[in-house]
């Protein structure tokens, strides 16, 4: 039977076989749909079982978390399976899936592995960094889907341990950042090995001219579906921001991991240096955490993967690409700690968390300099996020409070010789003394949280005792590149190794900054700012002789204001003085 009256055939079999809520022409995907507990087909996975769309190639947007595997899945089985739900006899692969990375790969394989069991299909995996002998083997016992990257797919290919002549589809999943990875010549020769009558099915969360590109040289009137408008925002996942000095970076970072305490955390850095240095801050500050970047072996992420799995690590720092494919049901709060380049990456990114009907929450950290830039890109999403206050250290004691109380007056069950024990320490001490030392071993558990550059905190700068000796400073940033005092005292206080209290008067002009330094401390802060002006690009920092004449234009610092020009408020994004990656304390 081709391929055209397979289809039509399942078309007119989609209505006849309902389990629960979805609707298939295969019994044993809907059994096996049911028992896994879908009780409602995702927006892809009904628009990929329309009548319309059985019978043709498919170009798919939809975000992550959307459900795509099992949808193509089901999209899979009218090539794969016969009237009776059975896979069909073949010695040869029928299905190709590819994949950017081994975990979505892995994933991928282990979804297929569920869904089309009872069928006696068989999956294959093959990905980098495995045992490829343990592939060939599997793929020369008859493999009837074969799921792998591309660079793996590409080698099997090559040696001839991979059959692609009776393939009937093909799926490319996450193309888009496939093709960003550079795996557009692997893709092209596992694609022109296949035979011309196959159905393809694109994937891609996004549609760059690439992906076009690809899909008019590989498919043949692609029906186009689009469920991301449906999916956008992530209906259950709680956005928040946080406008932050830059130098507070990473201790907001600490304050919302222990304010939350989520059973598994992930952050994002933009690159896998600012990965290490945050897994290394968040280690010696006593969190469990483990890393993923492109530097770390195979076996290093299996590890990293696992100790998230069975609780042994809670928190997770990953660049973009690394945390590609990541499913971990227990994932609760996702915060990027450098801002996502745009909305699909936000969305990416977020998506990790607040699957499968849970609830999950994502925050953004925003150096207050790019503040409206992080507006403009959650308008462009349509992501109502709530602008919040990052955590203080009060507010952390007291969620502590709250948990530790809610622990302790829970009903437990004694177990051997408790009582025994609880004797005993209520004979040596009273039971207030127990309580306490009770609370403090709890608490001395737990890493200390940080105290945050307050934005209300700093008082009005200006001529005071103390100042009399003092040396005056330029900092060519001005109001033209959206200088604000609460952005500007920390980069100032961490680019001279001084602290707030040791500068004075801060003067903003139109194109510069006009800054008053303690004389005890002016020769220092100098010698600081010089050596630190190579690796920073927060601006230049040079003395100024004399002191400024007072008709300058001038604004005192103001934590409360919020200059603009044209009278706008808000402070305004300037990437170029923004120092990218978090902050190490000094």
């Not at 240095?277 to 299996?302: D, I, K, M, P, Y």
């Not at 700093?458 to 940033?477: I, K, T, Y």
Request: proline content about 6%; aromatic content about 4%.
């Amino acid at each position: 039977m081709d391929r055209k009256s397979a289809c039509g055939r399942a078309g007119r079999l989609l209505y006849k076989y309902e389990i629960m809520t979805f609707q298939t022409p295969f019994a044993l995907l809907g059994e096996a749909i049911a028992a896994r507990g879908y009780t409602a087909p995702t927006p892809v996975q009904a628009a990929v079982l329309e009548p319309g769309a059985v019978e043709r190639d498919l170009l798919v947007s939809a975000q992550t978390g959307s459900g795509k595997t099992v949808a193509f899945g089901l999209a899979m089985g009218s090539e794969l399976l016969d009237e009776s739900s059975m896979v069909r006899a073949t010695n040869a692969p029928l299905a190709l899936i590819i994949a950017p990375t081994r975990e979505l790969a892995l994933q991928v394989s282990r979804e297929l592995a569920w869904l089309f069991a009872d069928t006696q299909a068989r999956v294959a995996t093959c990905v980098g960094g495995m045992d490829a002998s343990k592939e060939r083997r599997a793929l020369n016992y008859g493999a009837h889907i074969v799921v792998g990257t591309p660079g793996r797919l590409r080698d099997h290919l090559e040696r001839g341990a991979l059959d692609l002549r009776g393939i009937a589809v093909a799926v490319l999943d996450e193309a888009d950042e496939m093709l960003d990875m550079g795996f557009r010549e692997d893709l092209e020769e596992l694609l022109d090995a296949t035979p011309e009558t196959r159905r393809t099915l694109l994937f891609s969360a996004t549609m760059p001219k690439p992906i076009v590109a690809l899909a008019k040289r590989y498919q043949r009137d692609a029906l186009r579906i689009s469920t991301v408008e449906s999916e956008r925002g992530h209906g259950d996942i709680s956005y928040q921001a946080m406008a932050v000095a830059p130098a507070d970076i990473e201790n907001t970072v600490v304050n919302i991991l222990r304010l939350h305490e989520a059973e598994t955390a992930m952050l994002f850095c933009a690159t896998r240096d600012n990965v290490r240095h945050l897994h290394a801050s968040l280690t010696e500050r006593g969190f469990s955490v483990v890393a993923l970047s492109g530097e770390h072996s195979q076996n290093e992420r299996n590890y990293a993967l696992q100790a998230l799995r069975d609780g042994r690590a809670r928190v997770c720092v990953a660049t973009d690409v690394a945390a590609r494919g990541i499913d971990l049901p227990s994932l609760s709060l996702v915060v990027h700690v450098e801002i996502p380049r745009d909305a699909e990456i936000l969305q990416h990114r977020s998506g990790r968390t607040g699957r499968a009907g849970r609830k999950g929450t994502a925050i953004l950290i925003v150096p207050y300099p790019r503040r409206r830039r992080v507006e403009m890109m959650l308008q462009g999403a349509r992501v109502p996020a709530e602008w919040i206050a990052a955590p203080s250290a009060a507010e952390i004691h007291a969620a502590d409070s709250e948990r530790l109380l809610s622990v302790l007056l829970a009903p437990v069950e004694p177990g051997e010789g408790d009582r025994e024990l609880a004797a005993r320490l209520l004979n040596e001490r009273s039971a207030e003394d127990i309580a306490v030392a009770l609370v403090q071993t709890h608490r001395s558990r737990l890493p200390a949280p940080e105290e945050l550059l307050a934005a209300d905190a700093a008082p009005q700068r200006g001529p005071r005792p103390g100042f009399e000796g003092s040396a005056w400073f330029r900092l060519n940033v001005g109001r033209s590149q959206n200088a604000d005092p609460r952005w500007i005292l920390p980069l100032l206080c961490r680019r001279g190794h001084v602290s707030r209290s040791e500068i004075g008067a801060i003067r903003i002009t139109a194109s510069e900054t006009l800054f008053e330094v303690s004389g005890a401390v002016a020769a220092r802060f100098l010698d600081a700012v010089q050596r630190t002006a190579d690796d920073d690009a927060d601006g230049v920092i040079e003395a100024v002789q004399g002191k400024p004449r007072d008709e300058a234009p001038r604004r005192a610092h103001n934590p409360g204001a919020r200059p603009g020009p044209a009278g706008k408020s808000g402070p305004r994004p300037d990437k170029k003085f923004h120092r990218k990656g978090p902050h190490k304390p000094r």
